[in-house]
Nanobody, 121 residues
Framework: VQLQASGGGLVQAGSSLRLSCAGS????????MGWFRQAPGNEREFVAA????RTVYGDSVKGRFTISRDSTSVYLQMNSLKPEDTAVYYCAADPNPALAPTKVLSRYEYWGQGTQVTVSS
């Protein structure tokens, strides 16, 4: 079972990036899929999650980031990037049958390797 995150990079403040996360080894289509991020010295922080068509966002990214998915991948469109968005971004899958997408990190059982996003001022 593998989640492969990609799309990170170095951009200037105000720019956009689109992260992708492709799953393999099992079916993720019914899972709650989430994005988290971790900056050096900080705890891993919830960014966004999607379960079917329901979405939830962290307060710091609401209105700027959009999570979406198709049958095999989950995406994170990041607009109006700020230097404080700099972090390693991880995708994750929560196979719990609960209906709502979750912010709770411990619910996620499968994790990707992370992709670095660096936003310069």
């Amino acid at each position: 079972v593998q989640l492969q995150a990609s799309g990170g990079g170095l951009v200037q403040a105000g720019s956009s990036l689109r992260l992708s996360c492709a799953g393999s080894g099992r079916t993720f289509s019914n899972d709650n899929m989430g994005w988290f991020r971790q900056a050096p010295g900080n705890e891993r922080e919830f960014v966004a999650a999607i379960k079917r068509i329901r979405t939830v966002y962290g307060d710091s990214v609401k209105g700027r980031f959009t999570i979406s998915r198709d049958s095999t991948s989950v995406y994170l469109q990041m607009n109006s990037l700020k230097p404080e968005d700099t972090a390693v971004y991880y995708c994750a899958a929560d196979p719990n049958p609960a209906l709502a997408p979750t912010k709770v990190l411990s619910r996620y059982e499968y994790w990707g390797q992370g992709t670095q996003v660096t936003v310069s001022s």
